[in-house]
Each structure stands twice: as structure tokens, then as C-alpha cells.
């Protein structure tokens, strides 16, 4: 059930536009079905990156909030 | 013990509509526009840069450099208080949704949330307004020179957005490294900025209340402040988002909530100053000429274009730095700090210098229905959106524009 996750990409600290510009660059570098961590703190990017998941046909896998106010989103790449 | 599984009652479900997601960008900007009107109504539209250069004038006159000994004190500046109380309003939205951390970014990330401001206080300067002065509230104005600043911003963001992406490719470390997060609101143990965001909002209307009494616009003021930071915060209301994401992302829907508030701000303006509602005392042409400035052809497409440029590389404009601040993000704390810090030092040193040399024409009135009627005005700048409106859309589909 573990998702292999083969990039993680940290944005913490980082505001609009910087983590979905790093999100968008580094998805470019992945290859289909590959997954990739993004860790961050912006809230915009919450509801930025679902919406740019959606029209770039990515996949979110997986969603949660760890401690110290930081989220976590699992992309699986189309 | 079925406290858990309890579903929320009437309230509770009302609290979530407001603070459990962030609302639809063209919600907030539609209401962003009612309040514009509102303020317009009652005195005069909303701006920001005017209440950040306040804020900076009086940090001047505290340390008594530049001799602005007689800038008018924030707590009796109609536009400083607005800019106080929207970062008061954003910080309550931030608190009552658990939104709110004091989040530190990289160094490289300050250094250019400070330049990006000072830049947006040159650009401000040199247009005489800034994303909401001469913008969302100049086009409305029906302002030709607002229109000119527009498209000057418009060069700006898309030349400043190809830096920030050559940026991001040839020094990636400038916007990595090592970043803090403290007093962020996660699970139950966030609760306590719930209690203060409700406290905050309480101690808002007492103010409020307080200044009702002799200075009732004010009280207004005050009220609208707040309510813009928090409708910015929830909303993620932003103009740099509107202009940059559609050569970025693709993303459009920052880009058509402001058109929906132009939209409804243009209506509301137009009625104001073809009736000349709220004029009193004032000549009805006073009341047509408020928020055109005489700012055409140079002075606009020069601020427009600097703004551009310094928003881009802030990541927030004027009022989208302002609601950054009190959700907590210390970028654009940096950014507050370069407008308000340089802006008096623009005004007094660097922009009149070179606007004397700025071919300025002061023949053109700069009122577009001097020269098209309210007809024809109203609906020129409702054609511009519309063709705006179909670029950004077209773009979103075909990605034809985007970087990504």
C-alpha cells in the first residue's frame, strides 16, 4: 500500500509563486506514473496545486498536514 | 462521549462556508468590489500605495530624517488606517480558518520580497497608484491613463516572471536553504487561534466604535479595512496572480475573479459619477475626476511598468502583500518594509527629477467619457476585459502561453 515516492521536493518557508513554479518544473523532470513528495507551507499552494493537478491531468494520491503547520501532497505524474 | 461524531449545528455549518476552504476567487473579488463602490460612496475608492507611503512618512518623522515633520499621523489617515485594518482583517481570516504561521523563508526569498517592494513604491510613485489605485479601482474610474498603466504592468509581470524562471533555472539556491515555521495552528492544539482571531475581531469594532463618534468615514474605514483583509485572505485575492498565472501555470481563475470584480466595480463607479452620488459639497466634475489622475501617457506606462516588475518579484501586490502580512508570511513583511521604506524617498528624490523631463501631455483630460461618452467609455474598458477574458481561457485550454 506504501506509495514509492521518487522525488520529494521541499517548499517550506517558500511563498506564491515559488512552490507551484518548483511543483510544475520538477514534474516536467519526472517520467509517467512516477511519484513526487511536495512538502510546503504557503497556504495558497492548498488550493493552487489541486487546481493545476486537475487541469494538467496529474494525480493526487495522497494529501495530509503534518505537524508544525506543513503540508504534504503525493503527485502521480499522468 | 458522541462529542466526536457531533454534526455541526446551523452556525457551525455557517463558520465552515467561511473559514474551512478558501472561497472561489471571483466571490471575493466580486465582494472586494462591492466594498470599493461602498468606500467610493462614502468618500473615495480604495488604494494602498497612498496609506503605505503614509506609514513610511511617519516612520520618517518618528526618526526625524527627510523633513516630514508635518506627514499626517496614521491614526487620523483615512488610507493608512485602511492598509492597518486590512492586515488586521487578513490576520483574523488567517486566524479563524488556522491559517495563520509566521513563516520565514530563505534569505534569497527576503532580498527579493525587499526589492520587489521598493520597486512597487518607485512604480507607485512614478503612476500615482499602485494594483488597486491605478488599476482595480482606476479602471473603473474610467481612467485613460489607468488603462495605460495596466498594460505598462502587464510588460512587467511577464518580463519579471521570465527572471524569476531564469532564476529558479540557473540559481536554484537563491530560493532554497534554511526556512522556519512557528505558531502555526495544526490539529486541536491550534485551537488558541481560533479564540484569537475572535478576540481580534472583537477589539476591531470597539476601535471602530471609538472613532465613531467624531470621525464616522473613519469608523467606515476601519470596518472596510478589515473586511477587504479577510475577503483578500480567504479569497487569495491577488492582481500579480491575475497577470502572471496564465503565463505560468495557465491557471485563469485568478485572473477572472478580478475581471468579475472590474466588472462590477465599473457599474458601481459609473453611477456614482454619473449622478454624482456622495459630491456634497463638491462640484459633480470633482466627483467625475476622482481616481483620474494626471498621470497620461508616460508617467503611467513607466509606473505601471515598475510596479510590474517589482509585484512579480515580491509575489504579492499591493494589497496582496499587505493580507501576506497578517497571514504571517515574512517574505512579504520584507516586501512591506522596501514600499513603505522607499516610497517617501521616491516621492521626495527619485521620481520628480525624472518626471520633469517625461514628455506629459496636460491638454488630454484623461476622463475617458470627456472624449466618448459614458456609453462609449463604459463600454470600451468592458470590451478590453472581455477580449482579456478570452485570451486567459483560450490559454488555459491550449496552454498556447504557459511556461508549464
Redesign the interface.
Known sequence: MENKIDQTL?C???????P???L??A??GLKSEEILEMLG????T???LP??CE??GNEIIEEG??????FRFLIKKK | MSEKNKEPGVLGNLYKTFFAKHWPVWVGAIVLGILNILLFAIKSPWGASGGINNWGENVYKLIGIFGLESATATSTSFYGMLCIFLVIGSFIGALLSKEFALRIPPKGELIKGFIGGGLMAIGATFGIGCSIGSFYSGVPALSGGAIIFTIGMFIGVILALRYLMWEMEKFPKFSSGKSYNFLSGTGKSGNWQIYLGWIVLIITFIIAYKYSGGNKIMAWFIIIGMFMGLISQRSRFCIVKAFRDPFMTGDADGSVGVMAGLVISVFGFTAIKYFGIGAGDLAVRAREMTWVFPHFFFRAAIGGFIFGLGMTVAGGCAVGTLWRVGEGQVKLWASALGFLLISPISKLYIVPPIVKVIPQNFNFKNYLPDYLGYTGAVGLVLFIILIWYMFVKWNEKTGRFSAF
Do not use: V
Open positions: 521541499d517550506k518557508g517558500l511563498s506564491c509563486p515559488m507551484m513554479m518548483k510544475a518544473k514534474m516536467k507551507t504557503d497556504p495558497g492548498k488550493s493552487d487546481r493545476w487541469k494538467s498536514e503534518l505537524e508544525g503547520g506543513i
